[in-house]
């Protein structure tokens, strides 16, 4: 695995944990987020921290299946179980820059849904 794909491996494992510091440590100060299905979008990693951290209450957890990567960028599949039980699979597209830190974030999700209403505020919609 490349570099790019170390990194997203990192993220997830932040992320699954809730380690907002080393989770934040992988993006860049400019990140760039959205999520099509939503059509919500978030700039810059203050924000994007924010989000994550106060957008997905509850206890989930995560379970990285495959991560595929290059020299910029890396993809990755991923399981979400929510405290319910209930699973979703997401696909999540990475870009890195020049610092080798994740520059923008491409979520795709199985089905459109509306955000939740905890997430009001924490992102644009498009």
Sequence with gaps: MTAAGDAVAAYWIAAEARDWGRF???????????????????RGRGAYLRFNAEGFPGHWHLAVQRIVSADTDAASVIQVTDEDGSQQQGLCFFDFGPDGL?????????????????????????
Excluded: C, F, K
């Design 24 to 42: 934040g440590a992988l993006v860049a100060e400019d990140v760039l987020y959205e999520a099509p299905q939503t059509r919500e979008r978030v």
């Design 102 to 126: 994740i520059s923008r974030i491409t979520d795709y999700w199985p089905e459109p849904y509306e955000p939740s209403a905890n997430r009001a505020g924490l992102a644009e919609r498009y």
